[in-house]
């Protein structure tokens, strides 16, 4: 998994959602984890067929103090 610039995301989580019309289908989504280099492995629980693939970003604490309602608010940390 490579950011917009073409870097290796670092972290995160993908998760692999079966799209169907079916609506009496009841295949639940496959998530993995993504490595400090970008690659993932899925093991197993992805069904064949279409998917709907979501990123879905690592948390990042904040360094900065909890705004406390006065002045600039502090900027909000960005993902990779």
């Known amino acids: 998994v490579k950011t917009a ?3 290796p995301v670092d972290g ?3 998760v692999f959602a079966p799209v ?3 609506t009496n289908a009841s295949s639940a989504p496959a998530t993995t984890t993504v490595n400090a280099d970008g690659t993932f492995e899925v093991k197993g ?3 064949a067929g279409k998917q709907r693939l979501t990123y879905e970003a690592p948390y990042i604490p904040s360094e900065s103090k909890e ?3 006065t002045g600039t608010p502090p ?3 960005v993902s990779p």
């Open 5 to 7: 610039d073409g870097k």
């Open 20 to 22: 169907t019309a079916d």
């Open 45 to 47: 629980g992805v069904v």
């Open 67 to 69: 705004w406390d309602g």
């Open 75 to 77: 900027k909000a940390p």
């Open 12 to 14: 995160g989580a993908l």
